[in-house]
């Protein structure tokens, strides 16, 4: 069966009909989830189903756009197991319906890969915040996965059939689901395919329900609780590195590594407990969390003495020196921890 295409709709025009039209011309099956537009749209919706046989889901109030991802393939692995996998794609006419079809096409020339229909943010009369938001959050992907993603906004996905169960197991319910999305897909070293699409900004995209404000904190919450707990911990751990290297170890080489292990050991409490119960919250019980996280824990030790060390001859501050140091690690612990220390979800499933 050719992939299904599903459409997160709230409070759609005509174009989401046309659009329906046109997919069904291509012999693309559509599924429209209804994410609360209320009794004033749904003459939009019965036409979608009388006229042109497209499954409608329907929520009863505004959920979020990842909810509504999350109940269209639901009910696609229920009513269309058979299918290749499926095309996401947004409601407002900003993806041409050429593009949606390559994007399904590219599904069956590769079934092992995520496919990401990218646009040029080079050209113009790209909005800016679109433009920020895409530099933004592909920074962060590339940093934390050290994969190159062109577009991490784009709506328009083609995900194989066989990662259906990943994308349910995602946290999220609203844009920055879609970050999880491509978060998740690249640290289970699932290949990331990006065909260029047609750039489509309608009025300035001013039909987007996307909050910049509240949504923008919703991408990035994570990731900044996860910088404010390092943050805190990195006080912890310089201003005792301070403390020790300069008052109570003589030599250089133990006021080094005597105050780098002692004031680790104790700053390193503080980010276990912090990432464990505020940044991953996770419930577990404590058990193999800390032989993983000693295991870091002592690796980053290492590494981090070990540089400091190796660089102290370098004509810049011992202080500042080490806070270069682990600003070098950052991410990396980061992903470790994500996935590794206090991942929480079961058969391979890797949650943000």
Known sequence: MNPVVIIPALKPDEKLILLVEELQKKD??????????????????????????????????????????????????????????????????????????????????????????????????????????????????????????????????????????????LTGERYEYEMNMLMTFAENKIPFNQVPIETIYIENNRASHFNPIKDSVRIYWNILKYSLSSALSSVVDLSLFGVFSTYLFPSMTAK?????????????????????????????????????YGILFITQLFLSGLLVELLSGLPIPLIILKALVDASLFFASYAIQKKYVFNTVKKGHTIL
């Open 256 to 292: 080094i590594g005597l105050a780098t292990l002692v004031a680790r050991c104790i700053s390193g409490a503080v980010n276990f407990m912090l990432n464990k119960h505020w940044v991953f919250q996770n419930s577990l019980t404590l058990g193999s969390q800390e032989i993983k």
């Open 28 to 169: 693309l099956h559509t599924i429209v989830v209804d994410d609360g537009s209320g009794a004033e749209y749904a003459a939009i919706f019965e036409l979608l189903k009388s006229k042109y046989a497209c499954d409608v889901c329907t929520h009863p109030s505004n959920c979020g756009k990842g909810r509504a991802l999350k109940t269209g393939i639901r009910f696609l692995l229920d009513k269309y197991p058979d299918s290749t996998g499926f095309v996401t794609a947004d409601a407002d006419g900003q993806h041409a319906v050429a593009n949606i079809g390559e994007i399904a096409g590219a599904l069956g020339g590769n079934p092992h890969a995520l496919v990401l229909g990218v646009r040029n943010f080079k050209e113009q009369g790209i909005p800016f915040r679109s433009r920020f938001g895409n530099k933004m959050t592909s920074s962060i992907i590339r940093a934390a996965t050290g994969i190159r993603c062109q577009d991490t906004q784009t709506g328009l996905r083609g995900v194989p059939m066989k990662y259906a169960d990943l994308c349910l197991g």
